[in-house]
């Protein structure tokens, strides 16, 4: 059976273009209390042009947005075979719990006394996420992995000006995602880059070389992009600490671990973790993001604030009181709605399930890889954990690039893998199917890239001229990037 | 291994830059194989004029629909110039790398260090010598 099929899509303009003067949503009552003189009582904040907002009907709204869900892709349409992203499935039961009205209702300013279920719910998040990752605490705050990021670099920054004692440098490996650099720079370090070995794995020497006393932290991600296992993680963990720097542990591909193996005993000293990755909360359009920071007890005066404690007579409250504090990150307690999902995630599954998740994330990655050997380029040989990476190098001669190969997988209703990353392969193609995929499942997708391949071979004008199916042909992406048109405005010449 | 267009009149760094020396001006930009490998380039970050540059250190930023990648000093001097026309057109830089694409111009501080620089049989043999590495 085939993935994807001919359909009908619909065409649709923006608000702003089916707008009818005085068109509404909804029809107010006559005015029944005095009316004001809004321009004297606003002053100099009144309005005298009325906003330009489209007018439109109940009915127009509703069809546009639904139109609009039409062109989407989403996990719940099919494999979204995303590297780096663990584009899992999110199970339904997340929703149901996070629409539990004494978690979807509460307010962050409730007085803790009233929201003692919630706490514990994050109280006890605190620790899944400590005891799966091998660390002591962990501020659930951030609200999204790249902020995690920040704020563990962050408390590096403060733990190392606490002791009197300033660095300047980060290390950070060729293969590293583009967060991690940004995360140094943020904070003020300049970022030293280690290359990898020809092995794809970060080696010791490498690390010995680049560490001194002016390197702050190493930052580094286990399995890494490649998809494999720095076996030589405790030994560099080991390097960097005798040198008085830190290890920084970007959780991106923690799915490969759970219940196998933990960050903190390797040697990790703070990561972050990705609830839409590892803890099946939406990711991107589907949701707030996530990105709780856990430490060793070493960096714990310096996370962000509010913790949630507990008393000896089990009631929960904000702890503020922490005066060596990174200070705080969100306005209020983080994007708590994914906090319980994840929790219920968590629960949900228990230690044996998530155990048994990486198992199959990691047997679906190596499956795929054994049955696309041969039509793709492998770069780094050997069995990898839950992603795997492969390169348009065999496919060179009929000059058919990645780029064609992910538009030509959209034809076939698959949403690309990520391609041209990690940067240390030339044309990379990063799949990540995930624990969700069924074996019928993998094998559909792995025979449509065998399909492509050998269309590739037969026919190399047609996978470039992909996709072919889509409402849209191939965008100019060049285009879209050196002159962008971010927003709409009611005459373009203005 | 492509077809690249390496001038025999200019020096090569082994970080794709390319460098052209006149009375202590040296004018730097990146090569056709580092152009080819990037794609269409949409945006170049170039450091201020009155900048130091530290050899090997890296001074601005190039992006491609498919990659960014950080752009390395060949040698260390102060920027004298920048081409602020690559903030409009980007495209120069696919389009006539060796001219219209060039990104600074910088006094340089040591004139030997440009010994360290590649000629053109260099640096095409530094450009086989990592494709032969990938495989």
């Known amino acids: ?494 | 291994m492509g077809d690249y267009e390496i001038p025999e009149e200019l020096r090569y760094s082994r970080e794709d830059e390319w460098t052209k020396s006149e009375d202590g001006r040296v004018t730097i930009g990146v090569t056709d194989y580092a152009q080819q490998q990037l794609g269409d380039v949409v945006f170049v970050e170039l450091p201020e004029v009155g900048r130091s540059l530290e050899k090997g250190e890296p001074f601005g930023v190039i992006e491609s629909v498919k990659t960014v990648a950080d752009l390395y000093a060949p040698l260390s001097g102060e920027v004298l110039e920048i081409n602020e026309a690559l903030v409009e057109a980007p495209e120069s830089v696919n389009d006539d790398c060796y001219g219209e694409g060039w990104m600074v111009v910088i006094s340089i501080a040591d004139p030997a260090d440009q010994s360290e620089l590649l000629d053109r049989a260099g640096y095409l043999q530094h450009i086989k010598d990592r494709a032969d590495q990938d495989q």
């Open chain 1, 1 to 494: 059976m085939r993935n994807a099929t001919r359909g009908l899509a619909y065409e649709e303009a923006l608000l702003f273009e089916q707008s009818q003067p005085g068109r509404r949503g909804v029809d107010l009552p006559a005015l029944d209390v005095p009316e004001v003189d809004a321009a004297a009582l606003l002053g100099q904040a009144f309005r005298e042009e009325p906003a330009e907002l489209p007018e439109l009907s109940e009915v127009d709204v509703i069809r546009h947005f639904t139109r609009l869900s039409t062109w989407n892709a989403a996990v719940d349409l099919g494999l979204y075979p995303l590297g780096s992203c663990t584009m899992k499935y999110n199970p339904k039961i997340n929703e149901r719990l996070a629409r539990l009205p004494g978690f979807a209702l509460a307010h962050p300013h409730s007085p803790a006394a009233q929201v003692q279920g919630l706490l514990q719910l994050i109280y006890e998040l605190e620790a899944s996420l400590a005891a799966i990752s091998g660390l002591d605490r962990v501020s659930l705050q951030p609200a999204a992995g790249a902020q995690g990021e920040l704020a563990g670099i962050m408390m590096i920054r403060a733990y190392h000006e606490s002791r009197g004692e300033p660095r300047h440098k980060v290390m950070i490996p060729d293969s590293a995602h583009g967060t991690n650099p940004a995360s140094a720079a943020l904070n003020g370090y300049d970022v030293v880059s280690v290359p990898s070995g020809s092995d794809g794995l970060l080696h010791p020497e490498a690390v010995e070389a680049a560490m001194n006393g002016d390197v702050a932290a190493l930052m580094i991600t286990n399995p890494n992009t490649l998809g494999l296992f720095e076996t030589h993680i405790g030994r560099v963990c080991e390097i960097v600490h005798a040198g008085g720097g830190l290890v920084y542990g970007d959780g991106a591909n923690l799915n490969a671990l759970l219940g196998h193996s933990r960050p903190g005993d390797m040697g990790i000293d703070v990561m972050h973790f990705n609830l839409h990755k590892t803890f099946s909360t939406p990711h991107g359009g589907g949701g707030p993001g996530a990105g709780p920071v856990g430490v060793k007890e070493i960096l714990a005066p310096f996370l962000p604030v509010p913790l949630v404690a507990r008393d000896a007579d089990g009631q929960y409250h904000w702890d503020e009181e922490r005066p060596q504090t990174i200070g705080r990150l969100h306005g209020n307690h983080g994007n708590v709605g994914m906090l319980v999902r994840a929790y219920a995630y968590i629960r949900s599954l228990g230690p044996e399930g998530l155990r048994r998740c990486t198992e199959m994330a990691v047997l679906n990655a190596n499956y795929l890889l054994s049955r696309l050997r041969g039509a793709f380029h492998v770069p780094f040989e050997g069995s990898v954990m839950h992603e795997c990476v492969l390169s348009d190098r065999l496919l060179a001669e009929t000059g058919v690039t990645t780029l064609d190969v992910a538009k030509r997988l959209i034809d076939h209703g698959y949403h690309p893998p990520t391609i041209y990353f990690p940067l240390v392969v030339a044309g990379a193609l990063m799949i990540e199917p995930t624990e969700s995929e069924s074996r019928e499942s993998l094998d559909r997708f792995a025979d449509t890239l065998l399909d492509i391949v050998r269309e590739t071979h037969e026919d190399p004008q047609a996978v470039m001229a992909a996709p072919q199916r889509t409402r849209l042909s191939r965008l100019d992406e060049t285009r879209a990037a050196r002159r962008p048109v971010l927003r709409w405005q009611p005459d373009p010449k203005e």
